[in-house]
Every structure is written in structure tokens, then in C-alpha cells.
């Protein structure tokens, strides 16, 4: 009898033991998940505030300069200076893209460009300027990206700005007079920054209604 007593208490042990070890470990992991969770917002933070800042350091150095009057090339060879290209435009958004750029990034922002385009009536206000060995690859990039527009090359392979030495693509308003406004270097770490961007230079320059 007293032998089935304590089988029956080491049972009653055991049980107490697995439950206190079953809410240990779900507190352990909802603790984890929310310590992840901490993690990754302030992650998320720290490259927000860093492409903030690196944004603000193109601003000073960037917006207001006067665009080179470079000579875009079509995929035939037939070339324009990019003065006679803005006649009749307002402003376009200039998206600069380079084989040599961050790929990741490159693809980043066009497919973006591609998916928002039609939305935020970019179709006839973008002026893509990429520099690539072969106008395959520029192909290449129009079809895969659903462009909506030719992506230009330069005559001579440079554009002398400061923002070609980053390493990264960047977009940038070009005003009728050549003056450039709003630049800014897209982060694909932090995507909403790219959307607001975007989004904001439609609806100040592009929107008709």
C-alpha cells in the first residue's frame, strides 16, 4: 500500500515537474520572439536613420548643381544631348543605374520603377541612364524590369557627378534648366524610404489632378 502511495506522489511529481518545464520553455520562446522582435526594430532604426542621414549628406552636396549636357545614346547609336531631350519637359525623374553598382540595389529600384510606374504616371517623366558594355544588357534590364522606358546610355561612359563615385544607383529630379533637385540614394534595407520617394515626386510633379 504504501509502496503504490509513493509510485502515486513520484507520478504526481513528475506531472507537476513536465508542466512547470512546459510553461518554462513556452515562456522562454514567446521571450525569444519578443527579444527578436526588439532586435530587429532597432535594426530596422539604426539603417533607417543611416540612409536618412546619408540622404541629407547628397542633399547639401548635390541638389542644385547644373546637369552636364551629355549625350544620350539609343540602343542604334543614334545619340541626343540631353538639353534637346528636356525641351518640351518640365522635369523627369532621372534614375542612374551602372553595371559596376551594387546589383542587388540596381535590381532594387528598377523593379520598383517597373511595378509603380503606371501608378504614379511615371511612364513619360523617367529618364533611366545606365552605363553597360552592351546594349543587350540594357535590353536585358528594360524587358526583365518592365521598363517604361529606353535605358539610355552615355556617349562617353561618365557622368562627372559627385554620386557616381558611391557605388550604388540614385535617382534624382532634373529640372528644364538643367538644375538638379531631390537627390537621393535608394536603400533596399529600408524600402519604404524608396515608395515615399517615389510617391512624393508624382504627386508634386507628375499628378495632373
Known amino acids: 500500500m504504501k509502496k503504490n502511495i509513493n509510485i502515486y506522489i513520484v507520478g504526481i511529481l513528475a506531472l507537476l515537474l513536465l508542466g512547470v518545464n512546459v510553461i518554462t520553455l513556452k515562456k522562454y520562446r514567446a521571450l525569444k520572439t519578443y527579444c527578436q522582435e526588439q532586435i530587429a526594430d532597432k535594426s530596422i532604426t539604426g ?12 542633399a547639401f552636396s548635390v541638389n542644385g548643381m547644373k546637369m552636364p ?13 540631353l538639353e534637346e531631350y528636356m525641351k518640351g519637359r518640365k522635369e523627369v525623374l532621372v534614375v542612374r543605374v551602372n553595371e559596376l553598382y551594387c546589383s542587388d540595389c540596381v535590381n532594387f529600384i528598377l523593379q520598383k520603377i517597373g511595378r509603380l510606374s503606371k501608378e504614379l504616371n511615371l511612364d513619360e517623366n523617367i529618364l533611366l541612364i545606365g552605363s ?3 546594349s543587350t544588357a540594357r535590353r536585358y534590364l528594360e524587358k526583365n524590369m518592365k521598363l517604361p522606358s529606353t535605358v539610355f546610355d552615355i556617349e562617353n561612359g ?21 538644375t538638379i533637385l531631390h537627390a537621393f540614394i535608394p536603400d533596399k534595407a529600408v524600402p519604404d524610404l ?13 499628378q495632373t489632378n
Do not use: H
Open 132 to 134: 553597360y558594355q552592351s
Open 69 to 81: 549636357n551629355i549625350l544620350l545614346k539609343e540602343y542604334n547609336g543614334v545619340t541626343i544631348p
Open 194 to 206: 524608396a515608395n515615399n520617394y517615389l510617391k512624393n515626386i508624382s504627386q508634386r510633379y507628375f
Open 47 to 58: 539603417q533607417k536613420e543611416m540612409a536618412l542621414w546619408v540622404n541629407s549628406q547628397i
Open 158 to 178: 561618365n557622368l562627372s557627378l559627385p554620386l557616381e563615385e558611391e557605388g550604388f544607383p540614385y535617382c534624382f529630379l532634373l529640372s528644364s534648366d538643367m
